[in-house]
């Protein structure tokens, strides 16, 4: 079973609600974080979802971001709006506060929901310590 035809993910240091419905993201990641120092302390990290084609109800979906040995719960959807029409594009927020980076590694977004067999691995980038051209 799949939850959307299509799952984009942009990971990014703010979003920020805007006047006239707008959102403003700050910072976005092309797709690994390089930083300069580790251990290293990111004040935030933000996500947006967009499930396009949503092909189920998203009543218990969980999305769980997995670094090293630490979960991170980054959303958890208990009850999702019922709609008369089909709902065609859903866009999901989360920001964790702080992002701890304590070595270089892969990090893995996943989906869960009760529709899903296992979980449904959306993301994933690598934190990489900046190397020096000296």
Same mark, same amino acid.
């Given at each position: 079973?799949?939850?959307?035809?299509?799952?984009?993910?942009?990971?990014?240091?703010?979003? #920020? +609600?805007?006047?006239?419905?707008?959102?403003?993201?700050?910072?976005?990641? +092309?797709?690994?974080?390089?930083?300069?120092? =580790?251990?290293?302390?990111?004040?935030?990290?933000?996500?947006?979802?967009?499930?396009?084609?949503?092909?189920?109800?998203? @009543?218990?979906?969980? =999305?769980?971001?997995?670094?090293?040995?630490?979960?991170?719960?980054?959303?958890?959807?208990?009850?999702?709006?019922?709609? @008369?029409?089909?709902?065609?594009?859903? #866009?999901?927020?989360?920001?964790?506060?702080?992002? #701890?980076?304590?070595?270089?590694?892969?990090?893995?977004? +996943?989906?869960?929901?009760?529709?899903?067999? +296992?979980?449904?691995? =959306?993301? @994933?980038?690598?934190? =990489?310590?900046?190397? @020096?051209?000296?």
């Amino acid at each position: 079973m799949k939850l959307a035809k299509h799952i984009n993910t942009i990971v990014c240091d703010d979003i #920020r +609600q805007e006047s006239n419905e707008k959102l403003s993201l700050m910072g976005i990641y +092309q797709k690994d974080i390089i930083v300069g120092n =580790i251990p290293s302390i990111l004040p935030t990290l933000c996500f947006m979802f967009t499930l396009e084609g949503v092909k189920t109800d998203l @009543s218990g979906l969980k =999305i769980e971001i997995k670094q090293s040995e630490t979960v991170i719960n980054l959303l958890k959807l208990d009850d999702f709006p019922e709609n @008369s029409e089909p709902i065609e594009t859903v #866009r999901l927020l989360a920001k964790i506060t702080p992002f #701890r980076i304590n070595k270089e590694e892969k990090v893995v977004i +996943q989906f869960m929901h009760p529709d899903l067999k +296992q979980p449904k691995i =959306i993301y @994933s980038f690598k934190i =990489i310590k900046k190397t @020096s051209l000296d």
